[in-house]
């Protein structure tokens, strides 16, 4: 796991990158004259696409009944749009503040938010990247509350010092009229009420506003005669209010935990007070107080007792209790757990009309990590499936890998295996939140992101198609036994208890095998079955990866002399004779230092396997003499060779996985020296100390093998991270140790001058040195299970400044050779089906004429990339990346039929290098600053696909493809869908003979300039939006204005015409649904009579 050092972290953030171009080697042989590169700057541009995961930090949402689209807003000032599954929308407000409300134009393709700085936005949601249309910012006064009432461009906007302001939707003027609070609540009340905590119109009556002071003190506010018709006064402060459909009562909740009642006639008394959660006294005391109310909705239906929703309002002894929605229907009350604290809710309903019968039929609950949806048509309100990809973080996510262009068989086998760990008990119903239409699908290719998590879990997601969708999970913990010792003390350096945190994982997409490593210096092998086995004993191997001695350090004389590795004999034949949990000579005393103990304590009691991944064989780092073993910084995994090899600051170790043995296990300083690994002379470990970013805490009391291991949730990467060697880095923050930084399996030619390729293995380590291992393979079947695997060190090939991060090899056309894999089989088939395809891949090793290179080796690392011709292994292109910053991420990725380099830098670079004459390409400043989660989780993929977690519960997808951003406005999804307004509810004969239905009002003549004026001009400032038309009309009035305008908005914005005349055409199928809607209106009304109507 890399370790993050501050002060490089910032060097590298304020440095600028700076490239210099790529040199030839003189006299070198000058392959790119053979090599045609196609690749062109022309074929690079960098755009993000899409970003997936829970909106990080939820503060406030809002719906759209007839559209069916769910709005989320940030405390970062994030906007979050959600439709149908696969639907969804991202947008940023400029400033980052906090998003208090949100309200939606409801069916009008646009969303008004309110934010912490007192500004108000007009977002477009006709557009497929919504943009805002107009701004309006308060100087003078801190906005606290919205309201936009069904059908109006009148929005209400209440303040902190109690005030209303009137703001036109369309033009994003404030309106002369203005409700002061002094006028509001006369002499009812001694003192300032407090904040406005609510607005809303009568249901029945447009004319009558409801005004909600936080101090207790509601106001029924006449908005023709400017006054009060009534004020309700209630000792406890008000946090929501809510209407009964027709108009005659509405509910207060306060901060005593208390439900009033009001009958709006009958201001002196509340008619009813509930405290739903507080105890009832047998003397008929008033019961105790408890938490506040936050939020309350009255919804009423046709055949039924009305819903009462709300949260919080627990009473005060329910200490460390979950937060809880409370459900009142009739004579019941649920009380719904959540598993974190609500931010918010809202009750879906059949009609957007509030003076109709309401008719709910779900709640939405915005919880500080989740998003819950709850059938209330269900008996026991059971939650509906959620289609969206919001369980990234349900564990921090610790490492991420991207894989574009995967076998087409991956994505059904892993989703038939993932389908059965659903949980069941889900309403039937269909998810509600349904409303935009998907994007058109231009890139047909299989995606697959992989994230690991803190508490050992890996999961599957399918990235198709700018979609995110989870297939598979594993769980590698379930390897390991749970119990810990109680007795322990974790190390006050250790803040996470993650023992079985993912740090880095290898896979290969072909053969489905699957090697992961965790921060408890462990290792495992998964291979894929879709076949359920039971596992009697775990396959445990036990390396002990000795600390070795480097010119820094001093022996120690008094060292434990005990020799790295065993004898080849003993080291070739698997441990499972032994109980793989019971090390033989481990040593756990208080009285001595540990030795031969894993960090972990592999379960004993057989391992039930679903189908899926399952485990073939765990590898554990043990103690050596009173130190921890090191975290492992570097893996990889041959399907071809059946090896696994990993690497850490005390050497690199590779395991035969088919015969379970451990093959090697050797010091970086042998590594450098060819020869005989197992006829070196035995050394001592260091002086036992804590190194840096040791992973366990070396309690020497403690009886259990278990340790409390360091969680890489909040600052762990790999150490190609910190192991720069910047020159702004001093000496004092420079590791002395060198560390294994990545692996590249291939066939290639293993010496200097060989004339022919065999299976070799590159070794790239933090202090830039490439070595190279030669690997001599038994034939295939039983052969390869009986006969050892040779290994022999070929030394040093290259040299390099900063840590060496990918290795890559390429024929003599420039075309990327990938390490060779075995078809994938399943394990637990029978025989004859595993030797159908079992056949593994043959290599087609290109014989090499003397004198003559056939092949690239493609090396990058944190400062350079060269690129070495082979067998003479000449330097043919060098490439200095960046002098003051470093790369942090790169890649050889597959880009429009050839390969490049791509560089991801700690200033926020991202770059791309042709191959093999590394010439820049790409370099753009994306990120101008970075963190240590994007730096530990940027990865890139092939054709042109990259990602990063941009927070702990979103991924960001971005592309460096021109094409994938020439064709992006297609691929995205739409959010805005042409649908009728439902027929507002019939008034019925009485109601409209006597006028007891609702009230109208012509808003325009109260807060129109001609009657109330123009406000005051300090008040607020209007500031045109970048996505601005002059107003923005419903489809209702003045749709052919509003294509003129867009039309020369869009024109003025540079956008292409035939982008536009889509949007015409749209709106124009918008106007003429409206206008045969209203003719159909008319017609069905023509010939009635007015008691009639």
């Not at 894999?821 to 025989?831: F, G, H, L, R, V």
């Amino acid at each position: 796991m890399k370790k993050f050092n501050i002060r490089k972290v910032l060097d590298g953030l304020t440095a600028v990158s700076s490239s210099s171009s790529a040199t030839a080697q003189p006299g070198a042989p000058r392959e790119n004259d053979v090599v045609q590169e196609t690749l062109q700057s022309e074929h690079f541009q960098l755009c993000k696409t899409v970003r997936h995961g829970f909106p990080y930090q939820p503060s406030s949402m809002a719906f759209d009944p007839v559209q069916k689209i769910l709005a989320i807003g940030t405390q970062t000032g994030a906007l979050r749009l959600f439709g149908r599954a696969g639907v969804e929308c991202y947008c940023q407000h400029e400033s980052g503040a906090a998003v208090i409300q949100l309200q939606f134009l409801i069916n009008e393709g646009a969303l008004v938010s309110a934010l912490a700085d007192d500004s108000i936005h007009l977002w477009n949601l006709r557009q497929k990247i919504p943009a805002i249309l107009h701004s309006l910012k308060f100087n003078r006064e801190r906005i606290t509350y919205c309201h936009l009432p069904f059908q109006s461009k009148w929005l209400y906007i209440g303040t902190e010092r109690g005030n209303i302001h009137i703001v036109n939707v369309e033009s994003f003027t404030l309106s002369g009229y203005v409700i002061m609070w002094n006028k509001a609540i006369e002499l009812s009340t001694k003192t300032h009420p407090g904040p406005v905590v609510h607005i809303s119109d009568n249901p029945m009556d447009e004319g009558k506003l409801l005004i909600g002071f936080e101090c207790g003190v509601v106001v029924l506010w006449d908005l023709k005669s400017k006054k009060a018709d009534y004020r309700y006064n209630y000792d406890e402060a008000i946090h929501s209010v809510a209407w009964h459909h027709e108009g005659k009562q509405f509910v207060c909740s306060h901060s005593d935990g208390t439900l009033t009642t009001w009958n709006v006639r009958a201001p002196a008394k509340a008619a009813q007070i509930i405290t739903p959660h507080g105890k009832q006294p047998k003397d008929g005391k008033k019961p105790e107080p408890c938490k506040p109310i936050l939020k309350v909705e009255y919804k009423t239906t046709r055949a039924g007792d009305p819903f009462m929703v709300l949260s919080g309002g627990l009473s005060y002894d329910t200490v460390g209790r979950r937060a809880c929605l409370t459900v009142m229907h009739g004579k019941s009350t649920a009380v719904l757990e959540m598993d974190y604290p609500i931010v918010d809710f809202l009750t879906l309903c059949e009609t957007p009309y509030p003076n109709d019968f309401q008719e709910p039929y779900a709640v939405v609950v915005l919880l500080e990590k989740d998003l819950v949806v709850i059938d209330l048509g269900q008996i026991g309100y059971p939650i509906f499936e959620n289609p969206y990809p919001l369980t990234i973080h349900e564990s921090p996510v610790t490492c991420c890998e991207y894989f574009a262009d995967c076998p087409a068989d991956l994505i059904p086998a892993l989703y038939s295996v993932g389908s059965r760990q659903k949980r069941q008990g889900y309403s039937k119903k269909e998810w509600p939140v349904s409303g935009g239409n998907w994007g058109q699908n231009t890139q047909s290719y299989p995606e697959i992101i992989i994230t690991g998590h803190a508490d050992g879990s890996i999961k599957f997601w399918d990235a198709s198609a700018l979609m995110l969708q989870v297939l598979y999970k594993l769980k590698t913990a379930k390897v390991f036994e749970r119990a810990r010792g109680k007795e322990e003390k974790p190390n006050t350096d250790i803040v996470d208890e993650d023992p079985f945190a993912i740090q880095t994982l290898s896979w290969c997409p072909e053969s489905r095998m699957l090697c992961v490593a965790g921060v408890s210096a462990h290792v495992i092998v998964y291979r894929f079955s879709k076949q359920e086995i039971t596992t009697e004993v775990v396959q445990l191997l036990e390396v002990r990866m000795q600390c070795e001695f480097s010119d820094v350090d001093s022996p120690d004389p008094g060292g434990d002399q005990t020799p790295t590795l065993p004898t080849p004999g003993a080291s070739s034949s698997p441990q499972e004779s032994e109980p793989p949990t019971q090390p033989s000579t481990g040593s756990n005393s208080s009285d001595g230092p540990r030795d031969n103990i894993p960090c972990l304590q592999v379960r004993s009691s057989p391992l039930k396997q679903s189908p899926g991944y399952q485990v073939e064989l765990v590898i554990q780092l043990v103690w050596v003499s009173g130190e921890p073993p090191q975290q492992i910084t570097s893996l990889a995994i041959n399907s071809s060779y059946g090896l696994v090899v990993f690497g850490n600051s005390n050497g690199l170790a590779v395991v035969d996985y088919l015969q379970k043995t451990l093959l090697l296990n050797m010091s970086l300083s042998e590594l450098y020296s060819p020869s005989d690994p197992y006829q070196r002379q035995p050394r001592s470990p260091r002086k036992a100390r804590q190194p840096s970013g040791a992973l366990c805490d070396s309690n020497d009391g403690s009886n259990t093998s278990e340790d409390r291991c360091k969680s890489p949730t909040s600052d762990a990467k790999d150490n190609s991270f910190t192991r720069s060697r910047s020159s702004s880095v001093t000496s004092i923050d420079r590791e002395s140790r060198e560390a294994i930084s990545s692996f590249y399996f291939c066939e290639t030619f293993p010496k200097k001058g060989d004339s022919v390729v065999s299976p070799c293995l590159l070794v790239g380590t933090t202090q830039g040195s490439v070595m190279m291992v030669a690997l001599s393979l038994p034939p295939g079947g039983d052969q390869r299970l009986q006969q050892p695997v040779g290994i022999a060190s070929c030394g040093t090939m290259a040299q390099l400044k900063g840590g060496i991060l990918t290795m890559a090899l390429l024929d003599a056309a420039g075309t990327l050779l990938p390490p060779s894999y075995e078809p994938w089989y399943d394990p637990n088939a029978s025989d004859e089906e595993k030797e159908k395809s079992r056949r593994r891949r043959p290599a087609s090793p290109p014989s090499s004429q003397e004198g003559q290179d056939t092949q690239f080796a493609v090396l990058c690392s944190e400062k350079q990339a060269k690129v070495v011709a082979m067998p003479s292994q000449t330097r043919l292109y060098k490439h200095n990346i960046t002098e003051t910053s470093f790369v942090l991420r790169a890649d050889v990725v597959q880009m429009a039929g050839t390969n490049c380099i791509t560089c991801f830098c700690a200033n926020g670079h991202i770059m791309t290098l042709s191959l093999p004459s590394l010439r820049p390409l790409l370099d753009v400043n994306y990120l101008p600053l970075t963190d240590m989660r994007i730096a530990r989780t940027f990865c890139f993929s092939n054709l042109g696909q990259a990602l990063y977690l941009t927070s702990p519960t979103e991924i960001q997808r971005i592309t460096y493809s021109q094409e994938t951003c020439d064709n992006l406005q297609e691929m995205l999804s739409e959010l805005f869908t042409p649908v009728e307004t439902p027929e507002a509810p019939n008034r019925g004969f009485f109601k409209g003979l006597f006028g007891g239905g609702a009230q109208s009002l012509d808003r325009e003549d109260l807060f129109g300039e001609t009657a109330s004026g123009k406000a005051s001009r300090s008040l607020a400032q209007h500031i045109p939006g970048p996505g601005s038309m002059e107003g923005m009309k419903g489809a209702a009035s003045g749709v052919v204005g509003d294509l003129a305008r867009a039309r020369i908005a869009l024109d003025e914005r540079g956008q292409k015409l035939g982008e536009l005349e889509e949007r015409t055409a749209a709106m124009m199928a918008s106007a003429d649904s409206f206008s045969k809607h209203a003719h159909h209106m008319m017609l069905k009304y023509k010939d009635k009579k007015w008691y009639q109507l």
